[in-house]
């Protein structure tokens, strides 16, 4: 298990269409869950998973088009955590950070490895197919580049790795 998992990816795509992705209930549903859910800060929400109970959460922060930060109740943690995403235009589109970490980080409190991988899953296929159908775009293999920066130092090495992921 990490402390909190960081991910760094760049769509080629404005930070508009990238913001509508994270933020509209209908767009949300199509990549991550079903959802209701507002950009408005003290919105109560919840992801309804496909099994088990929803995702529950309130909006914590919004500077629209640029951050979106919310409280994330999966029933599964010990206590809720935090995701917090931040845009910034690009050369190639806009770059996207995810931090998904706990509010206070008790040392043996860890979030497990598999949304990790569930997030991963989301930024590196889920959102890009989204953002291309948002924009019209046919996507086929390979048709477009991610690169995703894994944050490692929770694993005592003090370096980051980028991996360019080529899919579609």
């Known amino acids: 298990m990490k402390d909190k998992v960081e991910l760094d990816a760049v769509y080629p795509h404005p930070p508009e269409r990238v913001w509508q992705a994270l933020t509209d209930p209908d767009a949300l549903g199509r990549w991550l869950m079903p959802c209701e859910f507002e950009p408005l800060i003290g919105f109560r929400f919840r992801f309804d998973r496909p099994s088990g109970e929803p995702v529950k959460g309130k909006v914590i922060e919004v500077d629209e088009g640029r951050l979106l930060a919310y409280t994330w109740d999966d029933g599964e943690a ?5 995701v917090v995403w931040t845009l910034s235009p690009d050369d190639a589109g806009t770059r996207v950070r995810l931090e998904h970490r706990y509010v206070e980080t008790p040392e043996v409190t860890r979030i497990p490895m598999e949304v990790y991988f569930n997030w991963r899953q989301a930024l590196g296929f889920s959102l890009p197919f989204l953002l291309a159908h ?7 293999v ?5 690169i995703l920066t894994e944050r490692r130092a ?3 090495l003090d370096r980051d790795r980028e991996a360019v992921v080529v899919t579609g």
């Open 78 to 82: 010990p206590e809720p955590s935090v």
């Open 134 to 140: 948002l924009a019209q775009i046919s996507l086929r």
């Open 142 to 146: 390979p048709a477009f580049r991610m």
């Open 154 to 156: 929770p694993y005592g």
